[in-house]
C-alpha cells in the first residue's frame, strides 16, 4: 500500500508543477523543501450539475489563499489503468506551502473555512496526504 501511495504522490507532484507551471508561464522552481498538501474528493453519487460546479468553484477558491505557492485541482487522468493506479476519486487538490506554517495558516483562512461550509456536503469521502519534498 505505502508503494502505492508514493506512485501517487510522485505522479501528483510531478503532474501538478507541470500543469501550474503552465498556468504561471513562469520559470520559477521549486525550492528544496517545501510541505505538499494532497487532498483527493470522492464525490457523493447522483449530484445535479450545479452541485457539481458549486464543488469545482469551491475547491479552485482555495488556490487563491495566499500561503499556496503552487497548486492545481485536478480529475483522475485517462491513462491505462494498471494494479497500482487508484482513479476512484473525482477531483484532487495540490498544493505547496512554504513550511507547516503556511499549511496551518490555510487551514484557518476564511475562504478554506468558507470551502468547508459550503462543500463538505457534497463529498462522500475525502483523504489527506502531507509530505515534504525529499530534495
Keep these: 500500500m505505502k508503494s502505492i501511495r508514493y506512485i501517487l504522490i510522485a505522479f501528483t507532484i510531478f503532474s501538478s508543477h507541470i500543469s501550474f507551471a503552465q498556468k504561471k508561464s513562469t520559470n520559477q522552481s521549486i525550492p ?7 487532498v483527493y474528493f470522492w464525490l457523493k453519487p447522483g449530484l445535479s450539475n450545479e452541485q457539481i460546479a458549486k464543488f469545482e468553484n469551491g475547491v479552485k477558491s482555495l488556490l487563491k489563499i495566499k500561503t499556496i505557492k503552487y497548486g492545481d485541482v485536478g480529475k483522475p487522468a485517462a491513462t491505462a489503468l494498471r494494479p497500482v493506479i487508484d482513479a476512484s476519486y473525482s477531483y484532487s487538490l ?6 507547516v506554517a503556511g499549511h496551518d495558516a490555510y487551514q484557518i483562512d476564511p ?7 459550503e462543500c463538505k456536503d457534497l463529498w462522500e469521502k475525502v483523504q489527506v496526504y502531507d509530505s515534504f519534498t525529499a530534495k
Design 32 to 38: 528544496d523543501k517545501v510541505l505538499i498538501h494532497q
Design 94 to 99: 495540490t498544493v505547496f506551502f512554504d513550511d
Design 111 to 117: 475562504i478554506h473555512e468558507q470551502f468547508l461550509k
